[in-house]
């Protein structure tokens, strides 16, 4: 990594924890550390499983586990079993909830005056940036993996591509139909323990194909389309191999436009794919 990009990093981060108060020992004025402020305001009215809200926030089972005694001390939370028992739900108490309305009332006026010392301009160009550091960040923490076709993320990803390409197709999309996945690579994308993207690599005797590219609907414009593709390229290179085939549909436009942009060509059919309109090939 360039050194002065990661030293940019470094004062980005410095100025924002100053900024927001995170450095605070009572964050907002309210007695407590910014750590258990988020973790009251991410429990919400509704309440949450526990696990749930370890992995939207990626903390530590043990820290998050004080956080929630602390909170529970102070008499904001309760953590009740539910189900079987091995599921744990929060919610917040009355006072929890109060705690939580003063804090948003609190967070708004912080950012307000942040905003305030700037003209119209500069409050726009600090939101627009905020906005794309905000998307950039939430791309970083995507992870990408290989991982086993019958493992719980895997087959969520795996439905949920059928499920659209049937919504998607104009005559419908029935995986039996498509050809097999048996024996591929299989890269999944998760964002905090919730699997949101995947792609497929079939070794050929002198090709491989790209297979079942999907990104959830929740993640797109996040560049994880492209992600997912270069690491399937990387992965092939790996193996030895040099040219990568694959094939879509007409209504997969955006699928198009990616592996138009990303170096691959139309050619002429390669295989009886039933659902092809297109089909593509790259040399790496």
């Not at 749930?52 to 102070?74: C, I, K, M, P």
């Not at 497929?200 to 609907?217: G, I, Q, T």
């Not at 085939?245 to 794919?273: C, K, Q, W």
Request: charged share 30%; aromatic share 6%; net charge negative.
């Amino acid at each position: 990594m360039v050194p002065s990009l990661v030293e940019r990093v470094r004062r980005f981060n410095r100025t924002v924890t100053q900024r927001v108060g995170a450095l605070d020992e009572a964050y907002l004025a309210r007695g407590r550390p910014l750590g258990q402020c988020r973790v009251l305001w991410e429990i919400g009215e509704g309440g949450s499983e526990v696990r749930a809200l370890r992995a939207r926030l990626d903390l530590d089972s043990g820290y998050l586990s004080r956080l929630l005694t602390a909170l529970r001390a102070d008499g904001l939370v309760e953590v009740v079993p539910a189900g079987d028992g091995r599921v744990r739900t929060v919610r917040l108490t009355p006072a929890g909830v109060a705690e939580r309305d003063e804090l948003d009332r609190r967070s708004d006026d912080l950012a307000a005056g942040i905003l305030a010392p700037l003209d119209e301009a500069q409050r726009d160009r600090l939101v627009a940036a905020m906005g794309e550091v905000e998307r950039l960040l939430v791309a970083s923490m995507v992870r990408v993996a290989p991982t086993d076709p019958d493992q719980p993320e895997a087959r969520a990803c795996l439905d949920a591509y059928a499920a659209e390409l049937a919504a998607r197709f104009d005559t419908g999309f029935d995986p039996a139909r498509s050809n097999p996945t048996d024996g591929m690579l299989l890269l999944v994308a998760t964002l905090h323990a919730e699997a949101v993207g995947c792609g497929a690599l079939r070794v050929r005797d002198s090709y491989a194909e790209v297979k079942r590219m999907w990104v959830a609907p929740s993640v797109r414009g996040l560049g994880l389309g492209r992600r997912l593709l270069t690491e399937l390229e990387a992965a092939a290179a790996g193996r030895g191999v040099r040219l990568l085939r694959l094939e879509t549909n007409d209504s997969l436009t955006e699928a198009v436009a990616l592996y138009r942009s990303a170096g691959y060509r139309e050619v002429a059919p390669f295989n009886d794919e039933p659902y092809a309109h297109h089909w593509f090939e790259k040399e790496i």
